[in-house]
T-cell receptor, first 112, second 112 residues
Framework: RKEVEQDPGPFNVPEGATVAFNCTYSNSASQSFFWYRQDCRKEPKLLMS???SGNEDGRFTAQLNRASQYISLLIRDSKLSDSATYLCVVNKYGGSQGNLIFGKGTKLSVKP | NAGVTQTPKFQVLKTGQSMTLQCAQDMNHNSMYWYRQDPGMGLRLIYYSASEGTTDKGEVPNGYNVSRLNKREFSLRLESAAPSQTSVYFC???????????FGDGTRLSIL
């Protein structure tokens, strides 16, 4: 099993649609989880952290299922500006060690 | 807020030339990282420094060296550049204690 696995997409959706991305990870000891956004030819930027209880930030909702080692990101009411690649990120060793494993990303294209 | 600053932003080298990529962070992070990103490969860790005075190899260290000059600065050196090292290089800091990493805006390096 790959350390972090994502569907590469692309996901092509119309404006206003709801879209969900999924991610699985292999290390059961991982303790921190994130979604990053990366625009074409730009650096990855933190979109949101993912907490065990699930968390929401405006139109974005992240969920974590530790038992299944599964993370999701839901985007509601998609905007053209949401077009980007979304990276699922998991810490490699657990604990305070800061190394992160980045998925290869899921590409989202929102069309008018 | 500068965050993570990388220089240069673009560079073209000839095979066999050497160069150093510079990275500095002003967020007082202990840990710093160097990644490369190639099409279809995602982010791959080259070297990291968990704290001032320490450096460790990542997933793809061959052909590179690093120096953690002080808490703020972490440089990446290519001693004898090869075309296979053509890539986008990102520096990041943070990641410890379940915190996210923060990225510089990258160095686009082409080796002819």
């Amino acid at each position: 099993r790959k350390e972090v696995e994502q569907d590469p997409g692309p996901f092509n959706v119309p404006e206003g649609a709801t879209v969900a991305f999924n991610c699985t990870y292999s290390n059961s000891a991982s303790q921190s989880f994130f979604w990053y956004r990366q625009d074409c030819r730009k650096e990855p930027k933190l979109l949101m952290s993912v907490y065990s209880s699930g968390n929401e930030d405006g139109r974005f909702t992240a969920q974590l299922n530790r038992a299944s080692q599964y993370i999701s990101l839901l985007i509601r009411d998609s905007k053209l500006s949401d077009s980007a690649t979304y990276l699922c990120v998991v810490n490699k060793y657990g604990g305070s060690q800061g190394n992160l494993i980045f998925g290869k990303g899921t590409k989202l294209s929102v069309k008018p | 807020n500068a965050g993570v600053t990388q220089t240069p932003k673009f560079q073209v080298l000839k095979t066999g030339q050497s160069m150093t990529l510079q990275c500095a962070q002003d967020m007082n992070h202990n840990s710093m990282y160097w990644y490369r990103q190639d099409p279809g490969m995602g982010l791959r860790l080259i070297y990291y420094s968990a704290s001032e005075g320490t450096t460790d190899k990542g997933e793809v260290p061959n052909g590179y060296n690093v120096s953690r000059l002080n808490k703020r600065e972490f440089s990446l050196r290519l001693e004898s550049a090869a075309p296979s090292q053509t890539s986008v290089y990102f520096c990041a800091s943070g990641g410890q204690n379940n915190q996210p990493q923060h990225f510089g805006d990258g160095t686009r390096l082409s080796i002819l």
